[in-house]
């Protein structure tokens, strides 16, 4: 139990254009799902928590209006990389979580190349 | 801020040899400490955890003691498998894992038959 997917497993684009990564939890209901970013080599940096039905909580640094986040449902929480650029290459991880207490389950990740 | 330091790899051992990871914390207030391990191809799982000090985590064999003297929480196994082979990742957090955390760069342990 407690699986966290991703799609796509990786995608390329061209510069200028937006990218969409879903996060779901396939058979658990996530009231809280987070967004971590990995460079090479490097650890896992938080992005942002998103709380079902409310707007994302963003840590200091990362920008809202080009890493957009929705999280309509309990199960489903999305990442819209907007007017990719090349420096926004990276590995995007996901993770969800009952709730207080519980763990957090991660998504196998999203490699994303911007060309 | 809160941060993570744990010792870089890659590290490649033998068969059945001894493992440490060391892992330190600087935090304000006392964290719940996690090991996480992600095997090649996967997402990254829970190992093991302590939330609080002189607790102990295990799990598969490995161990680690939250250490509050020496904000530590170092990761060991006696005996160590080929599948055992993957990248370990110390972390720390809230809420017993629900909340945000603070991980470390990972360590790829490569473990040789």
């Known amino acids: 139990g407690a699986v966290v997917s991703q799609h796509p497993s990786w995608v390329i684009c061209k510069s200028g254009t937006s990218v969409k990564i879903e996060c779901r939890s396939l058979d658990f209901q996530a009231t809280t799902m987070f967004w971590y970013r990995q460079f090479p080599k490097q650890s896992l940096m938080l992005m942002a928590t998103?709380?079902?039905?409310?707007?994302?909580?963003?840590e200091q640094g990362v920008e809202k209006d080009k890493f957009l986040i929705n999280h309509a449902s309990l199960t489903l929480s999305t990442l819209t990389v907007t007017s990719a650029h090349p420096e926004d290459s990276s590995f995007y991880i996901c993770?969800?979580?009952?709730?207080?207490?519980?763990?957090?389950?991660f998504g196998p990740g999203t490699r994303l190349t911007v060309t | 801020g809160n941060s993570v330091t744990q010792m870089e790899g890659p590290v490649t051992l033998s068969e059945e040899a001894f493992l440490t990871i060391n892992c330190t914390y600087t935090?304000?207030?006392?964290?719940?400490l996690f090991w996480y391990v992600q095997y090649p191809g996967e997402g990254l799982q829970l190992l093991l955890k302590a939330t609080k000090a002189d607790d102990k985590g295990s799990n598969k064999g490995f161990e680690a003691t939250y250490r509050k003297e020496t904000t530590s929480f170092h990761l060991e196994k006696g005996s160590v498998q080929v599948s055992d082979s993957a990248v370990y990742f110390c972390?720390?957090?809230?809420?017993?894992?629900?909340?945000?955390?603070?991980f470390g760069k990972g360590t790829k342990l490569t473990v040789n038959p």
């Open positions: 972390a720390q957090g809230g809420g017993g894992g629900s909340e945000k955390l603070v």
């Open positions: 993770s969800a979580t009952v709730g207080v207490g519980y763990e957090q389950y």
């Open positions: 998103s709380n079902e039905g409310s707007k994302a909580t963003y």
């Open positions: 935090a304000t207030g006392y964290p719940s």
